[in-house]
């Protein structure tokens, strides 16, 4: 089978969980027989680069993509993000209507002299671009949030959102009508997009999957055995440079304030006696760089092989997303090395874990979180049970494999 995977962003340029499992995808593909061809911006240079690996094909083109990739460039976003969500959201939104007509300009380039049995995007903007291609290929749209059907994650003063509107917008934006109906007939268009003009689409969880208007096919997303340490604990502490640390909590997101952000500043205030790693990046990383607690350790952005060692170094693992689509990579790859994870409750979790057995679940409040961090911290035999529970559930839940093969299983049903 010949695929096409039209990509925002491929390794070794990385926004989030999204391109770090679509490069699993993509090399089980090829291990698998199938020939693959990944059509993603350069971020690097303003140069069409074309690299070519046996069944892999990886076009390169020149972007503006890459100016919004610099530091630079994700500083003035964070300071943008901080003074107004809306003012981001009305940015962002026009960022991305030029980045669709930059990849959908040159995938219709590559069209011309190639044939594809399947083509599939891997998130938004690509779906977009999916939307708009007249091919005879067989078209699939990835979806792995609600960012389709809402801007805010369906969550309007600080609840659950049944439904988007004008008046749902202005409320849960913080703004005006105007500002309100420029942001909702973006949605609507990116809606419209979706339903009309593709008819298969593949969701990560059955939240999703429920909540995007189509039928799609949940198929989760896989994880790379490449994420679990070959160290113990005591190695991988040493190398972690935190043996001297007690209670270590460990917190690796985009610093967004839905996915906790802020709520971890508060922790690390409010009890000292634990021990508070923050790894990654995003609008709110000067917060961290900033801070001044001595119970609060901020690495930054780490690469894989970085980061599982402290997967394995760390004592308990926090997901704090307010987040209403379940839970990203990360708690997964925490799980895959036996660490206990406390995690707010969010919908869709029943996908992750069974509460007290796989994870701990709480109400997104600090005296809850401290009372449960304070049972897996006291109690050796609560996270070993977790820990031991948490490698037996995710070995062949997020097997790269089986996965990979559900994915072109349902190719061929297409």
């Known amino acids: 089978m010949k695929i096409l995977f039209l990509a925002e962003y491929y390794p070794p340029f990385i926004m989030g969980g999204a391109e770090i499992c679509l490069e699993s995808l993509v090399n089980e593909m090829i291990k698998q027989g199938h020939e693959v061809t990944v059509l993603t911006p350069n971020c690097k240079n303003n140069k069409d680069v074309i ?9 390169r083109y020149k972007s503006i993509k890459r100016f919004t990739y610099k530091k630079k460039s994700k500083d003035v976003s964070a300071i ?32 011309k002299y190639e044939t594809f049995d399947i083509i599939h995007s891997n998130n938004v903007e690509s779906g977009l671009v999916l939307s708009k291609l007249k091919t005879t290929a067989k078209r699939v749209a990835h979806i792995r949030d609600l960012s389709f059907t809402c801007l805010n994650y369906r969550t309007r003063n600080n609840k659950y959102c049944d439904y988007c509107s004008m008046k749902h917008i202005s409320e849960c934006m913080e703004t005006n009508i105007f500002f309100a109906k420029l942001l909702y007939f973006d949605i609507l268009r990116r809606r419209l997009c979706a339903i009309l003009k593709i008819n298969n689409f593949i969701t990560i969880n059955k939240y999703v999957s429920d909540n995007i208007f189509v039928d799609s096919k949940v198929i989760n997303d896989p994880i790379s055995n490449k994420v679990i340490s070959k160290l113990t604990k005591f190695q991988a502490r040493k190398v972690c440079n935190i043996s001297n640390l007690k209670n270590v909590i460990l917190f690796v997101s985009s ?11 508060k922790l690390a205030r409010t009890f000292p006696k634990y021990n508070f ?35 394995k170094a760390c004592d308990v693992f926090l997901n704090l997303s307010t987040v209403h689509y379940g839970t990203g990579c990360v708690v997964v790859e925490a799980q895959m090395n036996g660490l206990p994870v406390l995690s707010t409750n969010v919908p869709k979790l029943d996908n992750v874990f069974i509460n007290n057995k796989t994870g701990i679940i709480v109400n997104n409040n600090i005296n809850d979180i401290n009372e449960a961090l304070f049972r897996l911290i006291n109690y050796k035999a609560l996270r070993d049970t977790i820990s031991k529970n948490s490698i ?8 790269i494999e089986i996965l990979c093969k559900e994915v072109i299983n349902y190719y061929d049903t297409l």
């Open 51 to 59: 690299i070519n690996n046996d069944k892999l094909t990886i076009y």
């Open 80 to 111: 943008v993000y901080q003074k107004s969500n809306v003012l981001f959201s009305l940015i962002l939104n026009q960022f991305v209507k030029v980045f669709t007509w930059e990849m959908l300009r040159e995938a219709k380039k590559l069209l």
């Open 277 to 311: 790693i923050v790894i990654g990046d995003g609008p709110l990383k000067n917060e961290f760089e900033n801070c001044n607690l001595n119970n609060l350790y901020y690495k930054g952005r780490l690469s894989l092989s970085e980061l599982r060692n402290y997967y």
């Open 392 to 399: 037996e559930s995710t070995k062949d839940k997020y097997n």
């Open 255 to 265: 610093l967004t304030e839905i996915k906790g952000a802020l709520t971890v500043l």
